[in-house]
């Protein structure tokens, strides 16, 4: 396990730690660890993606992973990181997200090797709330917890406050934390740095009522190049589920990230080793137009949360898109490449006989301003047709340019693209 340390500090994973001494720990010692997971959704996102990957570092160097769904928690909601009071949840909708998240937790983590799912709704639901005030809550003190980021910043918002509910969700964490320890050994916590003062008051509770050592770290939240955060509840998330968010809809996601976080994440995303993510990092340096490092980033990321054919059945779509091989896209896979672009309609009948005149094809659908602009394009050399280029004032389209016997791609320059869909 020696090394562990290292690798974790130079991929910036270790944003906050509980005690320098869990270090050594974890280059020496074999830890039972865990990380929870809100039901909030019925799949988790890109944001909790770094979680997963450090449990499988962890558990790769010989640390039991305990990944805990919040059945428990999930009905009251986490304040920390969120300005808003969360909805509460139906029982049935928290079936059905534990459900799915089960599913993907299962990717990450070898069950086999001794990792452990659990729900802390199995401990935390026959709670007496007497008793929990007794054995927990008097080990809190309210002014500690109104001094932790989540809960202050909460407070601070005359307007919408922080409802009761959500002020004592740290102390139900901690009991998580609690009960771990007891039931399983568990020394460890890992979440976000958004989690950093629930796991801190985990560490404390134990130490308080069982006078043990235990230990929490923190790795930094996943942010966009502008600053914002990856979330389920965010605008724009990227899903781990293929049917919120598909392979090829990911793939992209991180072909398109800035040049001033693809290395960051392939940091955090990726089993490459360090000398491959250096010499990516120059080559984003130094000829970022090629986008290699994106390339590598969304094709690792793609692998790891559906599998590598996944990964290269989006990777060829994604080529697809600027190269002559349309034709061999399938129906589904050809609207989704086409899903961002614009579209419209013509009658099946316009591409009987002579057919439809690409000049007037390329004016309708918007990508040329006029038929004028449209005859420019196509002498330049810039009009294309299912991604042919097309030099001819003349050409005109037919049944024959038909793709699964209903769609045309128009492309106009390098990026401009159009799906002409033929009804009738």
Known sequence: MAGLTDELRWRGLV????????????????????????????????????????????????????LVAGGGTGTIGDPGGKSDERPLLSTEQLAANLAGI??????FADFEAGALLLDNGEWL??????????????HATVNAMIAKDSVRARLEERERGISYAEFSYMLLQAFDFLHLFDVHGCTLQIGGSDQWGNIVTGVDLIRR??????????????????????????????WLAAARTS?????????????AVVGRYLRFFTWLDRDAVEAL??????????????????????????GAGEAA?????????????LAGLDEPTLLEVMAEAPSSSVPRSSLDGPGLALVEALASSGLSPSRSAART????????????????????LTRADLLHDRYVVLRRGKRDHHLLRVEG
């Open 15 to 66: 944003h906050q730690a509980t005690d320098e001494a869990l270090f050594e720990r974890l280059d020496a010692d074999r830890l039972t660890f865990y990380v929870g997971f809100d039901p909030t959704a019925d799949s988790l996102g890109i944001g909790n993606l770094l979680q997963l990957c450090t449990v499988r570092r962890l558990q790769d160097a010989g640390h039991r992973p305990l």
């Open 102 to 107: 089960r599913r993907q937790l299962e990717r």
């Open 125 to 138: 639901a026959p709670l007496r709330l007497l008793d929990f005030l007794r054995d927990v809550g008097k």
């Open 209 to 238: 009522v069982r006078g043990s050592q235990t230990f929490g770290v923190t790795t930094p939240l996943v942010l966009r190049a502008d600053g914002t955060k990856f979330g389920k509840s965010e605008a724009g998330n990227l």
């Open 247 to 259: 392979p090829y809809q990911l793939f992209q996601a991180f072909l398109r990230v800035e040049d």
């Open 281 to 306: 990092d120059e080559a984003t340096g130094t000829r970022p137009a090629e986008r290699r490092a994106q390339r590598a980033l969304a094709r690792e990321v793609v692998g790891l949360v559906h």
């Open 313 to 325: 059945a989006a990777e060829r779509a994604a080529a697809a898109l600027f190269s002559e091989d």
């Open 377 to 396: 394009a196509v002498e330049q050399g810039g009009a294309y047709v299912n991604n042919r280029r097309q030099q001819d004032l003349d050409a005109r």
